[in-house]
């Protein structure tokens, strides 16, 4: 019974001391009641010690710095971790970066071909990679020139006037014809730009000539010479509307005089082979037609042996000029 109320005693005297001390008070140790059979025993202790205010308020200032001191070490020990990761030479992350600038200029280019305009882009693209730059047309318009519309035309028909002149001479040294009519019609294909193939009729008509008096007197008139030729012309500069070309051509001939002597007319016609050579210039009036100054020399393999009795035994020659126009389709 005696113990029993000094554990009961003691117990009272805790709960009083706890109820004075407050929060000023700090208690360390254990104590504990353990039943044996000879009766309860009290083991270990408590000791309370009273904590003056200032000194609490002092603790809890110190925990809360220990508390921030630690936070600022978890900091700097990660920013740390981080700095040795990123020299570990760990990819960076890539950033494509893209500019581009687009400028238009307008073009016009004019030539004897015709008007061209047209667009030009140029673009300008900057990466990681570089500068680039590229160029394009966005539009184009052709306006043809005159000479290129009439390149476009394939076929040609032309009619030509003008003189010719009788290059023989008969045997007395004299001329068997003053300057005469020479006409000629032309159908031409263009092959190419240049060459052009086809047929040409010629006909040459030089005047009458007299020569001498009395029984001496000679004349010679109906001089004719008939000419059908496969044809060619080369132009020279097919896309200027100025144009020089070169008409050539061979074929056959059939020429023709009479020649009068003491009232006795005496004449005869001939065939032979032929060619002309020549150098003509034509301007361009529109697409279709044109009109242009040719010079031909015609060579017929007649003798004129053939066709007087006063020959000299000369194949026959003509100088042509000609006025020539036509028309394209």
């Known amino acids: 019974m005696k113990i029993h109320a000094v554990v009961i005693a003691i117990v009272l005297l805790l709960m009083v001391s706890l109820a004075f001390a407050g929060q000023n008070t700090v208690t360390y140790g254990e104590v504990a009641v353990v039943n044996t059979p000879n009766g309860a025993v009290v083991a270990g202790e408590q000791v309370t010690v009273p904590v003056a205010p200032a000194q609490a308020a002092a603790q809890h200032k110190a925990a809360a710095v220990h508390k921030i001191n630690q936070q600022k070490a978890a900091t700097k020990a990660t920013q740390a971790a981080n700095e040795a990761s990123l020299k570990k030479g760990e990819p960076k992350l890539k950033v494509n970066k893209t500019t581009t600038t687009t400028d238009v200029y307008d073009m016009s280019v004019k030539n004897k071909y015709g008007t061209t305009d047209y667009g030009v882009v140029e673009k300008t693209v900057t990466n990681p990679q570089g500068k680039k730059s590229t160029s394009g047309i966005v539009y184009s318009s052709y306006d043809p020139s005159k000479a290129a519309r009439a390149n476009a035309k394939k076929m040609e ?9 009788l290059y023989n001479k008969d045997n007395r040294g004299d001329r068997y014809a003053t300057n005469g009519l020479a006409a000629s019609l032309s159908a031409l294909h263009y092959m190419t730009d240049h060459l052009a193939v086809g047929v040409d009729y010629m006909m040459l008509h030089p005047r ?27 132009t020279l500069n097919p896309w200027d509307s100025f ?8 074929g056959m001939m059939n020429a023709r005089m009479k020649t009068v002597v003491n009232g006795s007319d005496d004449g005869d016609n001939k065939w032979g082979a032929s060619m002309y050579a020549g150098v003509g210039a034509k301007y361009n009036i529109t697409d279709c037609l044109f009109a242009g100054l040719e010079y031909r020399y015609a060579y017929g393999w007649i003798s004129d042996k053939d066709l007087t009795p006063f020959h000299k035994e000369r194949n026959l020659q003509f100088h042509n000029v000609l006025l020539r126009v036509g028309m394209r389709f």
């Open 157 to 165: 028909i032309s009619i030509a006037g003008g003189q010719t002149m």
């Open 208 to 234: 009458e000539k007299t020569h001498g008096n009395g029984t001496e007197q000679r004349h010679y008139h109906g001089i004719y010479a008939h000419n059908i030729s496969l044809a060619g012309e080369l």
């Open 243 to 250: 144009q020089v070309y070169l008409p050539m051509g061979v």
